[in-house]
């Protein structure tokens, strides 16, 4: 499976290094993915998620509103 999170769709990133001649060389922006157990209420299940660090604070504070992940 790809390194790419499902719900915001982040996914490796491409650059590059920069020494300090300035000389190029290609490098990966690779995104903090990480695999979930979430509730899911509509069908009174556990699913795993893959998904990036930064939308756990997004997906913590749906699930305290009560919204749907």
């Known amino acids: 499976m790809a390194r790419k999170c ?15 001649s300035l000389r190029a060389t290609k490098r990966t922006y690779k995104p903090n993915i990480q695999k979930k157990r979430v509730f899911d209420p509509a069908t009174g299940e556990y699913k795993t998620i893959k ?11 749906r699930l305290q509103q009560g919204k749907r992940a």
């Not at 982040?10 to 650059?15: D, E, F, L, V």
């Not at 998904?51 to 504070?61: D, E, G, M, Q």
């Open 6 to 20: 499902c719900k915001t769709g982040k996914k490796t990133g491409t650059g590059h290094n920069r020494s300090h």
């Open 51 to 61: 998904v990036a660090a930064s939308y756990l604070r997004t997906l913590a504070k």
